[in-house]
């Protein structure tokens, strides 16, 4: 079995799956309520989390998997792209067990793990397919012919979606990180209520921060009674902006690209009125749509490890290349 290990933005997440993609355990701690006053992640704060949370979540995992490490015959981590001290923690953590172990380790990247969340089981997808990428960090259009990689369609130009859900939030007093809160609250209201614009830029790439501030505009003119009351409209029109931006995109790429699947993964394909509108897509089940450890194991039976002891000095890196 393979152990998955992602500590690249505020969750600390270990998991076990095996070469056929079944998943034994997958333990997710999430420092959210950690970082919430602060109203967005503290790099300094998630690596030290990380830091306490890496050996418990590892023995949870080992746990829930009724196994050992004996059991684990290759180890993958993501090593980029994320928050540096972050992916830092995972990293060594990484290399210290496949080191101690004689093991080969897989070097993953964040992205490809998201992608790999739908090659687990039960219902495995199989390439070639569409695949939007829509997280709190990234906002992608990928073209999926193989298991091991992909090429960038699009890509967004400012904000990530999970961003402008999160900036949405705030705006809305609906707390961090707001997307699932937003969600929540949107179920309430008109979607019509409000016509907030969603830039058309050339190609297939995206732009957010217009949307934005048009929600900005409209709170700031709100007294705060009237804010209260109009709130689940405000969210509902808002997020249909953002799910119009991401369907339309997805769909104009996969005609064009002559796509006959389209796969949605990253936290905001956690999103409801995003899953009821792509209804057609293959959807990453809920709990692998935000970050985890399974998608990263995932990956790494698609890509080649480095035998023991080539990864010792493997680095991690912030931004995609
Ligand atoms: O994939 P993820 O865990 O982290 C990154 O790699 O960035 O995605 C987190 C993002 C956050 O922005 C969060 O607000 C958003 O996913 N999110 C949602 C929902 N659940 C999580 N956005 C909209 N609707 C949701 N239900
Ligand atoms: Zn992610």
């Known amino acids: 079995m393979i152990l998955g290990i992602e500590t690249s933005c505020d969750e600390t997440a270990v998991a076990l799956v095996t070469q056929d993609g079944e998943v034994l355990a997958n333990v997710v701690a999430s420092q959210a309520e ?25 023995t949870e995992a080992l746990e ?28 060594s953590a990484a290399k210290a067990l496949a080191w101690s172990r004689r093991l080969p380790l897989h070097p993953v990247d964040h992205l490809h793990g998201h992608v790999s ?37 699009g890509t967004t130009l400012d904000d990530a979606a999970g961003e402008a859900f999160d900036k949405g939030a705030r705006l809305l007093g609906l707390g961090y990180p707001g997307g699932a809160a937003l969600d929540r609250a949107a179920r309430n209201g008109d979607p019509g209520a409000y016509s907030f614009p ?17 929600l900005l505009y409209a709170v700031r003119d709100l007294p705060a009674d009237e804010l209260e009351r109009r709130r689940a409209d405000l969210a509902a029109s808002y ?50 749509c935000t970050d985890n450890g399974a998608m990263i194991a995932s990956a790494a039976r698609f890509t ?17 290349a």
Do not use: M, W
């Open 117 to 153: 969340s739908l090659y687990l089981q039960p219902e495995p997808l199989e390439p070639p397919f569409l695949c939007l990428l829509a997280s709190g960090g990234h906002t992608l259009l990928l073209d999926v012919r193989s298991h091991a990689g992909y090429d960038v369609v």
């Open 239 to 288: 997020q249909r902006a953002i799910v119009r931006a991401l369907v339309e995109r997805t769909r104009a790429a996969a005609a064009e690209r002559a796509s006959e699947q389209i796969a949605v993964v990253g936290g905001v394909a956690a999103n409801s009125e995003l899953r009821a509108a792509l209804g057609e897509a293959a959807l990453a089940p809920l709990d692998l």
């Open 198 to 214: 969603v830039a058309r830029v050339p190609g297939f790439d995206f732009s957010f921060s217009g949307l934005k501030t048009a």
């Open 34 to 58: 950690l970082h919430a006053r602060y109203g967005g992640v503290v790099p300094e704060v998630a690596s030290r989390r990380h830091l306490e949370l890496a050996a418990p979540v590892l």
């Open 64 to 91: 829930q998997g009724k196994a050992t490490l004996d059991d684990v015959e290759a180890v993958a981590v993501t090593y980029g792209p994320g928050l540096i001290g972050a992916l830092l923690v995972g990293l």
């Open 304 to 320: 080649h490890g480095l035998p023991f002891p080539e990864y010792l000095a493997l680095d991690a890196y912030a931004t995609a």
